[in-house]
T-cell receptor, first 113, second 110 residues
Framework: EAGVTQFPSHSVIEKGQTVTLRCDPI?????LYWYRRVMGKEIKFLLH????????ESGMPNNRFLAERTGGTYSTLKVQPAELEDSGVYFC???????????FGPGTRLTVT | GENVEQHPSTLSVQEGDSAVIKCTYS??????FPWYKQELGKRPQLIID?????GEKKDQRIAVTLNKTAKHFSLHITETQPEDSAVYFC?????????FGAGTTVTVRA
């Protein structure tokens, strides 16, 4: 079974530019999560999709962040315009709706200069 | 919301010795506590988890204990090996979103 995949693995952009991160969950997992780890601190929740619907977006930092999951399959997270404090590692995780376990992708390391 | 604290932040052990990582949580409604291991450059990997209706769970050399009254849970690794060197994260959840501790960097000395 293929795991959660994320693209790109690394992205370096300048302040003010736009970046779009992509996550492909494990096939059949309706639940998809975005998390972020900044500056070696704890991994923090951003938002949760159930299929194509946003179940909980309480962790989204501000309106510069836009997440979508059209069709309930892969998800994108767009940051526009990027700020220096957006640098960090963005993780995606997916979960089968009948179980508790969340499986993580390898993350996208975003550097804003 | 849930707040999870994790200690220590770094842990160095001699190969063959045991390692213990402790976490506390704030939300008494939390009912699921996973542990993730992240090796350098790799994804966080779920290594063991425990539900709030269980006090202890073991899987080969790793075990997790949960004290609901005190709101703390711990990861125990016995007979540590070099491949156990990694960052370990604890987490708590009561609504499927995970609240993580800050991580413990474990180094196993040969």
């Amino acid at each position: 079974e293929a795991g959660v995949t994320q693209f790109p693995s690394h992205s370096v952009i300048e302040k003010g530019q736009t970046v779009t991160l992509r996550c492909d969950p494990i096939s059949g997992h309706d639940n998809l999560y975005w998390y972020r780890r900044v500056m070696g601190k704890e991994i923090k929740f951003l938002l949760h999709f159930v299929k194509e619907s946003k179940q909980d977006e309480s962790g989204m930092p501000n309106n510069r962040f836009l997440a979508e999951r059209t069709g309930g399959t892969y998800s994108t997270l767009k940051v526009q315009p990027a700020e220096l404090e957006d640098s960090g590692v963005y993780f995606c995780a997916s979960r089968d709706g009948t179980r508790y376990e969340q499986y993580f992708g390898p993350g996208t390391r975003l550097t804003v200069t | 919301g849930e707040n999870v604290e994790q200690h220590p932040s770094t842990l160095s052990v001699q190969e063959g010795d045991s390692a213990v990582i402790k976490c506390t949580y704030s939300d008494s409604a939390s009912n699921y506590f996973p542990w993730y291991k992240q090796e350098l450059g790799k994804r966080p990997q779920l290594i063991i988890d425990i539900r709030s209706n269980v006090g202890e769970k073991k899987d080969q050399r790793i075990a997790v204990t949960l004290n609901k009254t005190a709101k703390h849970f711990s990861l125990h690794i016995t007979e540590t090996q070099p491949e156990d060197s990694a960052v370990y994260f604890c987490a708590g959840s009561n609504d499927y979103k995970l609240s993580f501790g800050a991580g413990t960097t474990v180094t196993v000395r040969a």
